[in-house]
């Protein structure tokens, strides 16, 4: 499959959406109504991927917005130093959202404290970015609410004009996203726009109100939507990729849980990454599957930079 783009982008990816502080518990726990101690890390799944694709050395670029307050001071002081590019991350006079999570082995529990980061406007994505990345890749956390839904919708079909790839993470919660019909409408229009798509068993179910059965099912529906390659992550159980063409599972390996949060960003970061770099579907996910690897051994983000080749392995 041809995925080159030529090398004159000024930008790997551009990622547009929620940018926010993960309070995550330091304890295991299916709970959050009882009595934790939190560690408060940057978080929020576009500014999770943007951040991980600058650790495997991509020139990376995130739209957001932030509050004019001490949170948003520590997420711009990380993501410079990670050097992802922040000049269009704004600053509004509402509060930074604010997550609790649990940390889990398994489906983590959270509950959202939202505020500035739906505040995403059009002029946040003028045509002098969006024509200048390799990629564009935003989330259902950040399509939820507007006016960051119109403004990355219309980001999403400008940079398809340019001939780029879109990217989309399916991370779909009732919780975030209460009308699921609106949700569905939302992403059949993103998904008309031939992007690579992430989906979960747990997202599957929460999104279209009914069982998974069967991952082939759920990865030729949203092929029939438009998009051009899915992955449906199972869990300890590994992930199924695939396009028009072939669909190939490839199994999880054991590792040691230490923290799940985080670890889908994780596995995306690799398998664009491997996208960038012209690898077959199968392959990216083979890098997806290292990435989330070392972070379901790490508690917190990753370290701040990492080895792209090891890192990117297809074994």
């Known amino acids: 499959m041809e995925n080159a783009t030529p090398p004159s982008k000024n930008w790997d990816i551009v990622c547009a959406g929620e940018l926010l502080i993960d309070c995550i518990s330091t304890h295991f726990t299916d709970r959050i109504d009882t009595k934790q101690s939190y560690r408060m890390i940057p978080g929020g799944s576009p500014g999770n991927l943007c951040m991980n694709m600058a650790r495997l050395g991509n020139r990376s670029a995130l739209v957001a917005s932030i509050g004019q307050d001490d949170l948003g001071n520590l997420l711009q002081r990380q993501l410079e130093a990670l050097k992802v590019h922040t000049d269009y991350l704004a600053r509004r006079t509402a509060p930074t959202s604010l997550i609790l999570v649990s940390r889990s082995r398994d489906v983590a529990r959270f509950e959202a404290y939202r505020s500035a980061d739906h505040l995403i406007q059009a002029d946040q994505l003028p045509e002098a970015l969006l024509g200048t990345t390799r990629l564009f890749h935003s989330t259902c956390f950040g399509l939820s609410r507007q006016p960051a839904q119109s403004s990355i919708l219309e980001a999403a079909r400008k940079v398809r004009q340019f001939g780029a790839q879109l990217s989309i993470d399916l991370n779909y919660a009732a919780k975030i996203w209460p009308d699921r019909e609106a949700a569905q409408k939302v992403v059949a229009e993103y998904c008309a726009l031939e992007p690579l798509v992430k989906i979960s068993e747990v997202d599957w179910e929460r999104l279209y109100g009914r069982p998974f059965d069967r991952a082939e099912e759920a990865a030729h529906y949203l092929l029939d939507l438009g998009a051009r390659v899915v992955c449906v992550t199972l869990g300890g159980a590994g992930c199924l990729v695939a396009d028009a063409e072939t669909q190939q599972f490839l199994a999880a390996r054991s590792v040691e849980v230490r923290d799940t949060t985080g670890a889908g960003d994780a596995f995306w970061s690799g398998f664009l990454t491997a996208w960038l770099m012209g690898k077959s579907p199968l392959d990216c996910a083979r890098s997806g599957r290292k990435m989330a690897e070392l972070k379901l051994v790490h508690v917190?983000?990753?370290?701040?930079?990492?080895?792209?080749?090891?890192?990117?392995?297809?074994?």
């Open 300 to 315: 917190g983000p990753l370290p701040a930079a990492a080895d792209r080749e090891p890192a990117l392995s297809c074994h």
